[in-house]
């Protein structure tokens, strides 16, 4: 039964049925599947499938896209599901996509989990520059900076904004925190990030650590 309901969230996507895909991520809850399961085992797995097949050229951009719009629909469902932690705040954050990037699923479930793990997370949207970045982090007196970024190209703006932190003399006003498909560990200790995080429960380990949590 749950199986069945991880293949069918994985087709969903692949098959970009929005309706479906809204509908098995309600049925998954209901039959108890956490959130983050649901969304690891059955949707992520759907999307990456979806991105192996434009990679090969068997998908289209026009097809790409509507895979997303059923991401979206289920993760609406399951991040709604995750909730607020407790309302004493460990921390403020604020995270975004970096400029020239408008992926921005995997950042929203990151939220998601900081959000439900009592973070405080301001979210700067996709297509963020770094300007944006720093003024977002002192108007909000940000413990961390998080950027995601999904292309070889944009994760550039990850080493950019920390080099900038460096040249006005802040680097060690806020803890920066990288991640998104194309980075590794290995990059972030390359552009001096004090963390870098694969998956969402993985960003909280790392900001609980980073925080002293
Ligand atoms: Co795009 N895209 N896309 N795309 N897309 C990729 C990234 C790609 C790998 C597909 C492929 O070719 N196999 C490829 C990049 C190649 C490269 O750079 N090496 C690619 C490309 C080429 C493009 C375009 C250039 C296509 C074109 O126009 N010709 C274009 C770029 C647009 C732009 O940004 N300027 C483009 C556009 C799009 C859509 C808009 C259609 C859509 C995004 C919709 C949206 O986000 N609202 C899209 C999608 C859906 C994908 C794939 C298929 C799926 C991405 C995704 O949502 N994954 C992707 C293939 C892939 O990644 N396998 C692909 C699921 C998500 C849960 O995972 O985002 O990795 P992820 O997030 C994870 C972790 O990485 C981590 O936690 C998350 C949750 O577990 N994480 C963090 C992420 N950020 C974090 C931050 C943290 C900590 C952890 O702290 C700060």
């Known amino acids: 039964m749950t199986d069945d309901l991880f293949t069918q969230a994985a087709r969903a996507i692949v098959e970009a049925d929005r309706e479906a895909a809204v509908r098995i991520a309600a049925e998954a809850l209901e039959a108890g599947i956490a959130p983050g ?3 690891a ?12 097949l434009f990679e090969s050229g068997e998908l289209f951009l026009p097809e790409l896209m509507m895979a997303a719009q059923a991401m979206e629909g289920a993760m609406a469902i399951t991040n709604a ?3 607020e932690g407790a309302a004493v705040r460990k921390g403020t954050i604020v995270l975004g ?4 990037d408008v992926h921005d699923i995997g950042k929203a479930i ?11 997370v301001h979210d700067l949207g996709r297509d963020c520059s770094i300007e944006t970045f720093l003024a977002k982090a002192a108007e909000h007196a940000a413990d961390v900076i998080g950027m995601s970024a999904l292309l070889t190209t944009t994760m550039e703006e990850q080493k950019k904004l920390i080099a900038r932190l460096k040249e006005q003399g802040q680097r060690d006003s806020y803890k920066v925190i990288v991640g998104g498909a194309p980075c590794t560990q290995r990059w972030a200790d390359q552009i001096g990030a004090d963390a870098y995080a694969e998956d969402a429960s993985d960003g909280v380990k790392k900001i609980d650590a980073l925080l002293g949590h």
């Open 110 to 120: 990151v939220i998601a989990y900081l959000k439900a793990n009592s973070y405080q």
């Open 97 to 100: 996509t970096v400029q020239g």
């Open 81 to 83: 599901a995750l909730g």
């Open 37 to 39: 399961e649901i969304m």
């Open 41 to 52: 085992k059955g949707f992520v797995a759907g999307i990456a499938e979806v991105g192996e």
